[in-house]
């Protein structure tokens, strides 16, 4: 239907349209009919037509044969060329206005804007549209930059409108365009908070539509409606179109295909250039991926404190960058390429040609210009290959495609050609010997002349004579000569041209006398040994797979499951058994299958492996009961004083380093936390440290009661901010107050869902359906305790007042979290909360950390409260050993309960203790085995094991160094043989690395000083 | 020969007083007895460890170290008061080289951060001035063994010169063992700049920077050169405070302590300083390990600030920061370690030392590095640092090793005088252990 009307509206293309002026004169009429002839013409990738023809009638292909174009079409010859169908740029953003901030009827948020559509906006910009056909692209879709929910976008033709002919729109529609993007001045300020803000507008959507068929069935419920919303709306009607992600990087990628899967979405990833960093994940659901060929420029090697700088995970993703495609498509994705990351338009010929070095076939190619965009913008029946019928969108290039010498011709953009380059060199280019005709040839040398492009140069003998006022056209080259070598006139005008093998011209000298010349070519020099960059430093890279994650610590593939036998060690058991010396573990997939004293051990098969712990200790796995380690882009949503919605579980990053550095420290298990600046914070994640697996979702403890933080005090106040706090709360009055609304309307919304869930489907369609609010309902999990409340709380007064709020609403608290008072009120805490997480001894950072004690987790522990030591930082966390052993320095604790501080208690304290934080048969084999008594610094972790699995051992980690060293120095001497030239640098968003690295800091400071 | 009378009524003393929010613990009155600790481990520092060994001060003074069966020489008719240490510990009182301790009470509370003077260049400012010696924190570093320290002011090119303060007495001028430690210098890194978030500067000006940054500082030191050869040949020359503040460090009397992290930064600086005839001192030095030849060649020694730090890189091994001391050592680079410049942690000193001992530091050299070296790094080893006979007597008594958690301190003294080991925290502990106490009805 809509290619119908394409059809008619390109026969009046450029003479008429509906709200055109009349013609001023008589109309010109462009039979639109022509023939590109004798080209070697590539239907399709595979297919190739040799001495064929292509024939064009009102923008469309009217055949392909093979031969010469019957009669009634203008020819164009094409002999020599290779047409391609014209490639399709499935990504340009262009600027949109935002919508009138007068506007009511407007999304609550401005990174909501669902309504606009691209074509409201600048559409392409010239210089982007010349600079896109200049490559050989036609036609392109244009999507609104800006917000997490952008609009729609609608691809078009790349020609250039004028008064009469606007650009020419093949689909408007073609997909739903969001991205994670965040704000600096408000909410969503991470990428969490983008996540929750763009599913519940995908809920409120559905919701929306919902309201409205509910409506329909039964106008009388239009007075209660919900008032019409052009967001909803839109949200309603581009339900049905794929919705395309625009990310910043693999993890993000991942992130919005776990969105796409929730709503049932069909999606397209428009991606960062970095997906072989996570190929294994990203390829698993086949979902195609639009990739720009971003890649990194060579990073800084140029200095000693450059190259301290630099890490292996930079070298190692500005190498493999160009792999990205042939990896890709290599995992059977079907890619689309994309211009539209920063840099890449302008030498986008080169990055293919490394592609292809890298392995990409010229098929692979083509297919990912033309083929693959058509088919992920659905009009594979009008573009993408050159068939009858289809739109008259070609390429016409000198050669092979992107083949060093091969330049792009002429483009045709729905009929109309577009000239990008013309022939430069129509046999002038060389060195020419004047034969015949010189002015006083017979006494004197006549000169030699040297054509290359615009630039002549003229030697008589060895001297160089002075040529200028170069005019340099298709087929002749005019200039003037002027030195004493040429004589007695000394300056002559001349004129050339080519006549058969040979150059012809005019001379004319400064008296008026002209004379013809005639000049023979001589053999061009030899060609000079290519001198540019050594062979290595361009050599492609290896093609081999990518440890995991990519960096110095990551592994081909995650570690199995071991069986085996540690015998020898003492145990600290962390359950009723304490301490065991002389003890042995087994352990079999993934499980402690015995864990006791040596001489229990039931029989083992001899080829188990059995390691001798003699004089060694052995641990269950430290868990970290309050971490940020590895929450990408922001871990606090501090945009709003509520946050419920947000999720860390959605932006687990299992690339941190930092989870390896915790390894070594014998940590297995992390509970995520949301930061503090709220007094409903986000929703907790609790992690096994598996670092090295493909997907963050495997890191995930599945079955792990759910969490939330919360958040009292001076942080919630945001009292130690700089300058006026405009935000509710301001005070710990008002911290209470509102924690006391929320659970109200929590309260509320869980009746109101209960009561409509308790009616009969037939009752539901009397009734507006029920919108879904993502923070309530968190909040209605706190109150049905299957959502644990993990407490920031420093004072007396305001641990009090949650524990009463608690008694309130009935529900008990998971733990207080820092709870640096705590000791002065245990049995409030011992009676209300799970639990209590504390540090062993920091304090005095702040005024509620003033009356902070070391013995605090002592007096917890002796008031009947379940005590755990956390770290809060990415250094204390691989220190909670000893952390735990303070206990014993600050409380008399006995040593075996002290270690319960790291292992057995936060593990009830995450709901979790019946699958590890003990030494347990049957229980997941987490262990740490340590040189001395654990709770020591003489104590080294010498190897950590989750689920059974190897992830860090002395052995190993001695292995991974001695890898690094070599890798770096490979690459750095790679890098070093670019030679100078831009280097990216840290934060460079135009640089293919950066752009796609996170760069928010860490949540605390290296030396872990700082803003808790 | 015991006097036994003066001895409970010195012992009492410690009992006396309550504490809260500052150190309100009366000092004990000066020393009027020699103290003779007997049937000791004497860990010198200075020299090997005696065991049985005795130690006995007067006047705040170590009098003798004396190996087992040796009989301390003490004056006549003095009535000392002698412990019969039963085979506990005794240690030199360990130094926190570099921290804050006493300018700070609460980091995010301006009114009570004492750090940082206005301005680029301050060298007048020195610590010694402005440590409280009633703040909170100071009995917290000295319950655990911590008995003196290098207190530093920070922020800006030369924040000004660092103090040596021992951690008891009545007033700061009691504390300080050394006003002018020496000045400090934040040597500039050469600094990466941020193209994306810094977009109007040119990506060149980092490099320019430090290169300008470095000039001012060098050009103080020329200035207060010049100034102090006129003022000593012509007295009526007025006087320049910040350049006075440089006189000590331009004769070579005391150090200047460079803080510098990276390598090209280590380098740089110590080439500066050298070349300059100064004594410099590296303080941070996490790169020092790469350019060991340069500082043993020179003798330069290094504040290592802190143990307990995250690796550089992410491809750094997990353990940089805790091999770095025994990656010295081997390489015969003078050093101390410190905590990492907080107040509220200088406790946790043998702990950063120890961990540098599980990562195959020596446990001797680790505990001198926390003792004796720190003290000969602040230019203060003629009164603190070691058990030796001259020195001040600034010891702990403890019944085990320091670096090892459970080890409890059980008697400190500082310069002779008897330390009160309570703290605000343990009085905080006491008083609402009392509360769950009553509630239990025991």
Redesign the interface.
Same mark, same amino acid.
């Given at each position: 239907m809509r290619f119908e009307a394409f059809l008619v509206l390109t026969f009046f293309l450029g003479q008429n349209s509906a709200q055109g002026p009349p013609v001023n004169g008589p109309r010109a009429v462009d039979p639109g009919w022509f023939a590109l002839q004798n080209a070697r013409v590539v239907l399709k990738p595979g297919t190739v037509l040799e001495a064929a023809s292509i024939l064009v009638r009102n923008g469309l292909i009217l055949d392909v044969l093979v031969g010469a174009a019957p009669n009634g079409a203008f020819v164009i010859d094409c002999t020599g060329m290779t047409i391609y169908a014209g490639f399709v740029e499935p990504f340009c953003p262009t600027d949109v206005p935002a919508l009138d901030p007068a506007t009511s009827d407007k999304h609550w948020s401005p990174m909501v804007q669902p309504q606009r559509s691209a074509l409201d906006g600048a559409m392409v910009p010239l210089a982007d549209r010349t600079a896109l056909r200049n490559l050989g692209f036609t036609a392109a879709a244009i999507a609104a930059s800006g917000g997490i929910l952008k609009g729609t976008a609608s691809l078009v033709q790349l020609d250039e409108p004028s008064d009469s002919a606007p650009t020419r729109i093949i689909r408007k529609g073609t997909y739903q365009l969001a991205s994670l993007q965040t704000r600096s001045d408000g909410y969503p300020d991470s990428e969490m908070g983008a996540i929750a803000l763009l599913r519940q507008t995908l809920l409120d959507g559905l919701w929306y539509e919902r309201c409205q068929l509910a409506v329909a069935a039964n106008p009388a419920l239009s007075i209660t409606a919900p008032q019409p919303s052009a967001a909803l709306m839109a949200m309603v009607s581009q339900r049905q179109l794929p919705l395309w992600f625009d990310v910043q990087d693999e993890l993000q990628a991942l992130r919005a295909l776990r969105i796409a899967a929730e709503f049932e979405r069909s999606a397209v990833i428009v991606g960062s250039g970095m997906e072989f960093r996570r190929l294994a994940a990203l390829a698993k659901g086949k979902t195609p991926i639009v990739v720009p060929l971003f890649v990194p420029e060579p990073p800084d090697v140029s200095t000693a404190a450059a190259i301290e700088r630099v890490s292996l995970r930079q070298l190692q993703s500005w190498e493999q960058a160009c792999s990205n495609s042939k990896r890709l498509l290599d995992a059977g994705v079907l890619i689309a390429w994309t211009t539209a990351r920063p840099l890449v338009r302008k030498d986008f010929g080169k990055r293919v040609r490394e592609a292809m070095a890298c392995g990409l076939t010229a098929d692979q190619v083509l297919a990912a210009l033309t083929t693959a965009p058509a088919q992920l913008l659905g009009v594979q029946d009008m573009l993408g290959t050159i068939e009858k019928g289809k739109l008259a969108n070609l390429t016409v290039m000198t050669g092979e495609l992107f083949a060093e010498k091969t330049e792009v011709r002429d483009v045709y953009v729905g009929g109309i050609r577009h000239k990008v380059s013309d022939k430069k060199d129509a046999g002038l280019d060389g060195t020419w010997s004047w034969t015949d005709g010189w002015p006083g040839q017979a006494s004197i040398t006549a000169p030699v002349l040297t054509i290359l492009g615009n630039k002549i140069t003229t030697k008589v003998g060895e001297e160089e004579c002075k040529s200028s006022g170069v005019v340099r056209e298709p087929t002749t080259v005019e200039c003037r000569l002027e030195g004493k070598a040429l004589g007695v006139d000394q300056v002559y005008w001349l004129r050339a041209y080519r006549e058969g093998d040979a150059l012809a011209g005019t001379c004319i000298a400064p008296d008026g006398r002209s004379f013809a010349l005639r000049a023979i070519r001589l053999p061009p020099p030899p060609a000079k040994p290519d001198e540019a960059t050594p062979k290595d430093a361009t050599k492609p890279p290896s093609q081999d797979p990518l440890p995991t994650p990519l960096g110095g610590y990551g592994t081909l593939s995650y570690p199995a499951a071991m069986e085996f036998v540690i015998q020898g060690a003492t145990l600290w058991t962390s359950d009723d058994r304490g301490i065991i010396s002389n003890g042995a573990v087994h352990v079999r997939d993934g499980r402690i299958l015995f864990a006791g004293a040596s001489k229990d051990l039931p029989k083992v098969s001899p080829d188990v492996l059995v390691i001798d712990a003699t004089g060694k200790h052995v641990t269950p796995g430290i868990i970290d009961c309050h971490s940020h380690t590895g929450i990408s882009r922001g871990v606090n949503e501090s945009g709003q004083a509520v946050t419920a919605e947000v999720r860390v579980q959605d932006v687990i990053d299992p690339d941190d380093v930092n989870w390896y550095r915790q390894l070594a420290g014998g940590v297995t298990l992390v509970n995520q936390l949301h930061g503090s600046a709220n007094a409903i914070g986000g929703q907790s994640s609790v992690v096994k440290v598996r670092y090295g697996v493909a997907h963050p979702d495997e890191m995930r403890m599945q079955d792990a009661p759910q969490g939330i933080k919360w958040a009292l005090g001076e942080n919630p106040r945001r009292a130690n901010n700089n300058g006026q706090n405009q935000r509710y709360p301001n005070t710990r009055m008002g911290v209470a107050a509102l924690l006391r609304d929320r659970l109200a309307a929590a309260t509320t919304y869980r009746e109101e869902h209960a009561a409509y869930e308790r009616l009969k489907s037939s009752a539901r369609t009397a009734l507006l359906p029920l919108r879904t609010d993502l923070e309530l309902q968190a909040l209605t999990e706190v109150l049905a305790d299957t959502r644990r409340i993990h407490c920031h709380s420093y004072r007396q007064d305001e641990i009090f007042m949650l524990c009463a709020l608690a008694k309130e609403y009935g529900f008990k608290i998971g733990t207080f979290q820092h709870v640096l008072e705590g000791y002065k009120v245990a049995d409030a805490i011992a009676a209300s909360a799970l639990g209590a997480s504390a540090f062993s001894d920091w304090w005095g950072y702040k005024p509620e950390a003033y009356d902070a004690i070391p013995e605090n987790g002592a007096i917890m522990h002796d008031a009947g409260v379940l005590v755990s030591f956390n770290s809060d930082s990415n250094e204390h966390a691989r220190r909670l050993n000893t952390e735990a052993g303070k206990a014993v320095k600050y409380g008399k604790v006995a040593p075996a309960e002290a270690l319960c501080f790291v292992t057995r208690n936060p593990a009830l304290q995450l709901g979790i203790f019946s699958r590890t934080g003990s030494l347990t048969s049957g229980k997941d084999a987490d262990l740490a085995l340590w040189s001395d008594d654990p709770l020591s610094y003489a104590a080294r972790c010498e190897a950590t094991w989750v689920d059974g699995r190897l992830l860090f051992s002395l052995a190993a980690d001695a292995a991974a160094r001695a890898g690094i060293a070599s890798e770096r120095q490979r690459l750095i001497g790679k890098a070093l043989a670019l030679g100078k030239g831009h280097t990216a640098r840290e934060g460079d968003k135009k640089d293919a690395y950066w752009a796609a690295e996170d760069l928010t800091l860490d949540y605390c400071c290296s030396s872990c000083e700082g803003g808790r | 020969m015991f006097a036994t009378q003066a001895r409970i009524a010195w012992l009492l003393l410690a009992s006396t007083g309550y504490l809260f929010?500052q150190d309100l613990v009366p000092k004990s009155s000066p020393q009027a007895n020699p103290v003779v600790l007997t049937n000791a481990v004497l860990h010198t520092m200075s020299g090997s460890v005696l065991v049985g060994g005795t130690l006995w001060f007067l006047d705040g003074v170590i009098r003798g170290v004396l190996a087992e069966g040796l009989k301390p020489d003490l004056p006549p008719r003095s009535e000392p008061i002698v412990i019969d240490l039963k085979g506990k510990h005794v240690f030199p009182g360990m130094i926190s080289a570099h921290t804050t301790l006493g300018l700070?009470?609460?980091?995010?509370?301006r009114q009570t951060v004492d750090t940082d003077e206005l301005g680029e260049m301050s060298p007048e400012a020195f610590a010694a001035v402005a440590v409280n010696p009633d703040s909170?924190?100071i009995p917290?570093a000295r319950s655990n063994g911590i008995l003196a320290a290098g207190v530093f002011p920070i922020g800006g090119l030369m924040p000004g010169r660092a103090s040596v303060m021992q951690l008891d007495g009545w007033t700061n001028k009691d504390l300080t063992v050394k006003a002018n430690a020496g000045p400090i210098i934040a040597w500039p890194q050469?600094i990466?700049?941020?193209?994306?978030?810094w977009p109007l500067l040119r990506?060149d000006t980092g490099a320019e920077n430090t290169k300008k940054a470095r000039k001012s500082i060098d050009d103080a030191f020329t200035a207060a050169q010049a100034w102090l050869e006129a003022h000593t040949a012509d007295p009526k020359v007025p006087l320049d405070i910040r350049h006075e503040a440089l006189v000590q460090a331009l004769r070579g009397e005391v150090p200047v302590f460079l803080l510098a992290e990276?390598?090209?930064q280590i380098e740089s600086a110590v080439l500066w300083a050298t070349g300059r005839k100064l004594r410099p001192v590296i303080v941070g030095g996490r790169?020092a390990g790469q350019c060991a030849s340069l500082l043993r060649d020179r003798h330069v020694p290094v504040i290592i600030d802190?143990i307990?730090?995250?690796?550089?890189?992410?491809?750094s091994?997990?353990?940089e920061s805790f091999t770095l001391p025994k990656r010295l050592f081997d390489q015969g680079v003078m050093f101390c370690i410190a905590t990492?410049?907080?107040?509220?942690?200088d406790?946790?000193l043998p702990?950063h030392a120890? !961990?540098a001992? #599980?990562?195959g530091l020596d446990r001797e050299v680790a505990m001198l590095a926390v003792t004796l070296r720190a003290a000969e790094i602040l230019s203060v080893s003629d009164r603190l640092g070691s058990l030796s006979v001259g020195k001040d007597a600034t010891l702990f008594v403890a019944d085990g090793h320091p670096?090892?958690?459970?080890?409890v301190i059980e008697l400190a003294f500082v310069r002779g005088q008897k330390v009160d080991l309570r703290n605000k925290? !343990?009085e905080? #502990?006491q008083k609402?252990?009392e509360?769950?106490r009553q509630?239990s009805g025991r």
């Open positions: - | 929010a700070v009470e609460i980091s995010s509370v909170a924190a917290v050469q990466v700049i941020d193209v994306s978030r990506p990276d390598l090209e790169a802190g307990h730090r995250l690796p550089q890189r992410d491809d091994a997990y353990d990492g410049m907080d107040f509220s942690t406790r946790n702990y120890a !961990t001992a #599980a990562f670096f090892d958690l459970p080890t925290q !343990t905080l #502990a609402y252990r509360r769950y509630m």
